[in-house]
Nanobody, 117 residues
Framework: VQLQASGGGLVPAGGSLRLSCEAPGMDFSFSMNRMGWYRQAPGKQRELVANIASNGQTRYADSVKGRFTISRVNAKRTIYLQMNSLNTEDTGVYYC??????????WGQGTLVTVSS
């Protein structure tokens, strides 16, 4: 099973992007997973950006609250990250993750987001 992230790119500060992460090979169990977005900026550790539980409960890093929105469409095996009011500190490689206890821990290949000043 693979996670396929897309939607990254170069955007000016203040702009918006929407990232997508698909899991086309995952069966009905997709809905049971907690899905999330992480990012890694140059020279920094990977950090949680946002996640969404199987019941739809969401969690956000303080730095993106009010600007980013995570969502999921289980029927499409897809999650999204709508990113608004981007700033240069949002630059990094964004990875999607699927997790469920100790059973599932999958990572996508990452998509690069570059915010120019």
């Amino acid at each position: 099973v693979q996670l396929q992230a897309s939607g990254g790119g170069l955007v000016p500060a203040g702009g918006s992007l929407r990232l997508s992460c698909e899991a086309p090979g995952m069966d009905f169990s997709f809905s049971m997973n907690r899905m999330g977005w992480y990012r890694q900026a140059p020279g920094k550790q990977r950090e949680l950006v946002a996640n969404i539980a199987s019941n739809g409960q969401t969690r956000y890093a303080d730095s993106v609250k009010g600007r980013f929105t995570i969502s999921r469409v289980n029927a499409k095996r897809t999650i999204y990250l709508q990113m608004n009011s981007l700033n240069t500190e949002d630059t990094g490689v964004y990875y999607c993750n699927a997790a469920r206890g100790t059973i599932v821990d999958l990572w996508g290949q990452g998509t690069l987001v570059t915010v120019s000043s």
